[in-house]
């Protein structure tokens, strides 16, 4: 499977928040997303488990009990059914694979 970077977001998953399903197979799936400076995913939790990779932009990462303020390079690994979210410093841009395929991303 093939995705091209020129496909639009597909999902408004938050205010601010844009998501734009990449490749995936069986069992993962990869998402970019696309944050507005100020814009957060709020805490929650899922039985995916989940590796991400800042692109571009700064954020405020929680992860259990831990934050984290990532910068582009930086990457971060999420267990299942932990609780996690984010709130966007500067304008960014995430990838992030997750193991099973969220069916709720799927195109």
Not at 4 to 27: E, F, M, N, S
Not at 69 to 98: M, Q, R, Y
Request: charged fraction near 25%.
């Amino acid at each position: 499977m093939f995705t091209k970077h020129d496909i639009p977001p597909q999902k408004q998953l938050a205010d601010g928040v844009q998501l734009k399903t990449l490749a995936y197979g069986d069992t993962m799936l990869s998402v970019e997303f696309r944050m507005r400076k100020g814009s957060r995913l709020p805490l929650h939790q899922h039985h995916h488990e989940q590796v991400g990779y800042l692109v571009a932009g700064k954020m405020r990462l929680t992860i259990g009990e831990e934050q984290y303020e990532v910068e582009p390079g930086d990457s971060w690994c999420v267990s299942g059914n932990v609780v996690h979210g984010a709130k966007v410093l500067e304008e960014a841009i995430a990838v992030e694979t997750f193991s099973p395929v969220r069916e709720d991303y799927l195109p």
